[in-house]
């Protein structure tokens, strides 16, 4: 069984501050990608990031980054110098290969308020 | 390259009524899968389905809920009856062949809401 685990429900920061989400998840599959996506006020869900299992290194795009640590089970998500465009919830999701396709859990989500 | 349409955006029921929900996949996906999202919380599978095929349905609730998606035309998930708990989000995505893709392309979603 797989589990997204976002303990964060809800932060707050003010503008420019740098702030981190947590996810940590479980499975037993030894091949499976990670995911984060961004669902801002308007509802739709954005793609941020995908990785895979067997890559480990850190991710940077712009003022997000991504640490990805296999012996903790944890991917987290961190933004720096945020933004109040960056106010939305944010969901990380497990995906591994299961029945023939990719099952795809998700966490509850962590809602980033991002105060100016 | 469109992406993944749904329509409509925004639904409102009364109770009894039956909701159809419309998904258009991406060009070149063939499988589609549909989500749940309960308000304050995260989405939920319902279903995975390829064309006119349903893969996995462990997340449908056993009652009043159907899945299809014909070889011709938009995927529709239908709700029968609908009652007050039914009110969520439901997003679409979709993924091409094969079916070891790893990443599926979400819709902006129907927000449902029953009277």
């Known amino acids: 069984a797989q589990k997204v685990t976002q303990a964060q429900t809800e932060i707050s920061v003010v503008e420019k501050e740098d702030v981190t989400l947590d996810c940590v998840y479980e499975?037993?599959?030894?091949?499976?990608?990670l995911f984060w996506y961004k669902q801002p006020p308007s509802g739709e869900l954005v793609f941020l990031i995908r990785r895979n299992s067997f890559d480990e290194q850190n991710e940077i795009s712009g003022r997000y980054s991504w640490n990805f640590q296999k012996s903790t089970s944890s991917f987290n998500f961190t933004i720096t110098a945020s933004q109040v465009v960056d106010s939305a919830v944010y969901f990380c999701?497990?995906?591994?290969?299961?029945?023939?396709?990719?099952?795809?859990?998700f966490g509850i989500g962590t809602k980033l308020q991002v105060i100016p | 390259n469109a992406g993944v349409m749904q329509n409509p955006r925004h639904l409102v029921r009364r109770r009894g009524q039956e909701a159809r929900l419309r998904c258009s996949p991406m060009?070149?996906?063939?499988?589609v899968y549909w989500y749940r999202q309960l308000p304050e919380e995260g989405l939920k599978f319902m279903v995975y389905l390829q064309k006119e095929n349903i893969i996995d349905e462990s997340g449908m609730p056993k009652e009043r809920f159907s899945a299809e998606f014909p070889k011709e035309g938009p995927s529709i998930l239908r709700i029968q009856q609908v009652v007050r708990g039914d009110s969520a989000a439901y997003f679409c995505?979709?993924?091409?062949?094969?079916?070891?893709?790893?990443?599926?392309?979400f819709g902006p979603g129907t927000r449902l809401l029953v009277l």
């Open positions: 060009k070149g996906h063939s499988h």
């Open positions: 499975t037993r599959d030894t091949t499976y990608y």
């Open positions: 995505a979709s993924s091409p062949p094969p079916a070891g893709e790893k990443t599926q392309y």
């Open positions: 999701a497990l995906s591994a290969y299961s029945g023939g396709y990719q099952k795809v859990t």
